[in-house]
């Protein structure tokens, strides 16, 4: 079992900046790809970021590229999310989650959390981002 709790959340204005961190315990932080979700008002959750249990691999949603970075620190047991240049329709809650990829591979780790779907869940962080 993994848990995940996030913080860094907060108000901020438009074109302002904000980290996300998300501290991992449980299982080996290596052994599992990393991904941040979000879920704003009335609309379903959606994938932002996810990175390989290395960090040798990232993906992004279209939404976020060239505005968001996810990174990890396997010493430190956590994940990170540097959002920049935030719009107001970035205001959701975010969600840190985790996906074993030692008993399939890193690939396959994160294509599950690329459609959308992880094995452990934090419990959010808000983000408002006001006009």
């Known amino acids: 079992h993994v848990r995940l709790v996030e913080s860094g959340g907060g108000l901020v204005q438009a074109g302002g900046s904000l980290r996300l961190s998300c501290v991992a315990s449980g299982r080996t932080f290596g052994r599992n790809a990393m991904g941040w979700f979000r879920q704003a008002p009335g609309k379903e959750r959606e994938f932002v970021a996810a990175?390989?249990?290395?960090?040798?691999?990232?993906y992004y949603a279209e939404s976020v590229k060239g505005r968001f970075t996810i990174s990890r620190d396997n010493s430190r047991n956590t994940v990170y999310l540097q959002m920049n240049s935030l719009k107001p329709e970035d205001t959701a809650v975010f969600y840190c989650a985790a996906e074993p990829q030692d008993r399939t591979s890193a690939s396959e780790a994160m294509g599950v959390l690329r459609g959308g779907s992880a094995t452990y869940w934090g419990q959010g962080t808000q983000v408002t981002v006001s006009s």
């Open positions: 990175i390989s249990g290395f960090g040798i691999s990232t």
